[in-house]
């Protein structure tokens, strides 16, 4: 778990700050601050010139109170992140939290006091993640041409995320993720050149190395009894084809495999900018036995009437309303919503972004039909995929679900922050 060097604490209770300071001494912190209310805490903000990385803030104080305090955050551009604590009722803790979303505050999370051991565990473990995040957001660029250097080297490789049933722990399916396997700097993360493929066009042809490479692989695994669904990540770019579902199914027939075996997910955002080419393409490949999904669901502000215009066979909620669900009622409204919508237009629903037992738990109870997420694994390449799904015997033992977790803390993807922090020197 990543330590940070300067903490403050800004609250108007003496007994929260001095478990505060206790909690983070034990962690070794290297400086502690305190402060009584927001205007001393700013005081002590412009003395560091900035070096506070993490800052526990009450919302309910004398002087210069939280919510005024993180506007003053805003105006300082803190680049740290900020918990938010409070004795106030939970939809106090969300204004102020999607308030500070809007000032581009790094949050880490709204916890309701008293706070316990595990409300400052979660706090910091997502602390972490947004400094990650941060440095990721903050490296060099990727050229269009480096782009397709590595595409025409095969470079771009499928990383396979399992999906579980949730009835029975059955690893029934896995979604291909595009990767980098660059040969000096290691493992590039996609948020560094999914959005240049995308800019340049070069997410068509990525797409394409993508899915040979996801239909070999699904070839060799019906040969060694891995019997599972595997599922493709589509462009828009690729849906404006019209020869793509004939092309696609000279392929998977070419390799021996029934075109039910893959689902091809294609994003709310994308269904809604689409042509009516783009809606017979989905259409025909719907007739030709593909699966469709639509991904992200939620995200793309559809009026749902749009959504019609789509034969989909399965609905994946976004990731932001499986993990903010927990303690955002909002993001738990929207899975509600989401679930009762799948189960009355016959959909499969996937949650995706499962990342502890909580958010487990909250799958269960919505009825979802299958997970994904890294409680469950980590995207892997094809033969590590193998000898998982091998080791497990094609299911997860469902009481075995808590012990899951792996205990890096984060959620942030497979990816080395040596291999980032080299592609940026270089
Ligand atoms: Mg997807």
């Known amino acids: 778990m990543h330590v940070f060097e300067n903490v403050l604490i800004i609250d108007d209770d003496p007994i929260l700050r001095a478990i505060s300071q206790a909690y983070f001494a034990a962690l ?6 305190v402060a009584g209310d927001g205007r001393k805490a700013l005081q002590i903000i412009c003395d560091q010139a900035g070096d506070i990385d993490f800052i526990l803030c009450d919302l309910n104080m004398p002087e210069l109170d939280g919510v005024e305090f993180l506007r003053h955050l805003k105006d300082h551009n803190y680049r740290g992140s900020v918990g938010i604590v409070s004795g106030e009722d ?13 000032y581009e505050l790094n949050i880490a999370g709204m916890v309701q006091k008293p706070l316990r051991k595990p409300d400052f565990d979660e706090l910091i473990a ?4 947004c400094l990650e995040e941060d440095t990721a957001s903050s490296r060099r660029a990727v050229t269009p041409n480096e782009l397709a250097a590595a595409i025409e080297a095969d470079q771009i490789v499928p990383y396979y995320q399992p999906k579980i049933a949730v009835a029975d722990g059955r690893i029934c399916g896995v979604e291909a993720l595009a990767r980098w396997q660059h040969p000096d700097t290691g493992l590039v993360a996609p948020d560094l050149f999914i959005p240049c493929a995308e800019e340049s066009g070069l997410i068509g042809p990525m797409t394409q190395t993508m899915i040979n490479q996801t239909v070999a692989d699904a070839a060799r695994w019906t040969g060694q009894k891995i019997d599972i669904h595997v599922a493709i990540n589509i462009t828009p770019h690729l849906l404006e084809a019209r020869t793509f579902p004939d092309k696609l199914a000279s392929t998977v ?17 994308t269904a809604l900018q689409s042509s009516p080419l783009a809606m017979e393409v989905v259409a025909r490949l719907r007739l030709k036995g593909f699966d469709i999904s639509i991904d992200d669901f ?16 399965e609905l994946k909620i976004d990731r932001s309303f499986v993990q903010g669900a927990t303690d955002d009622r909002f993001a738990r409204a929207c899975l509600k919503a989401s679930a009762v919508f799948a189960r009355e237009l016959d959909m499969r629903l996937v949650a ?9 738990n909250m799958a269960v109870e919505e ?3 299958e997970v994904q997420g890294f409680l469950i694994a980590r995207p892997m390449p094809a033969s590590e995929f193998e000898a998982w799904y091998k080791s497990h015997e094609g299911v997860v033992p469902l ?3 808590g012990q899951l977790q792996d205990d890096t803390g984060g959620d942030a993807d497979h990816c080395s922050l040596d291999a980032v922090l080299r592609l940026v020197a270089g």
Do not use: C
């Open 90 to 102: 939970m939809s106090v803790l969300e204004i102020a939290g999607r308030l500070a979303k809007t």
């Open 298 to 313: 939620g995200t793309g502000m559809a009026n749902l009437e749009q959504l019609r215009d789509f034969p989909y066979s």
């Open 253 to 269: 027939h070419k390799a021996g495999l029934q075109p039910s075996r893959f689902t091809f997910e294609i994003t709310e955002r």
């Open 367 to 369: 009825a979802v039909d």
């Open 352 to 360: 995706e972004g499962v990342s502890n037992q909580a958010e487990w």
């Open 399 to 401: 009481d075995s679900i």
């Open 28 to 33: 070794n912190v290297k400086s502690i601050y």
């Open 126 to 129: 997502n602390a972490a993640k």
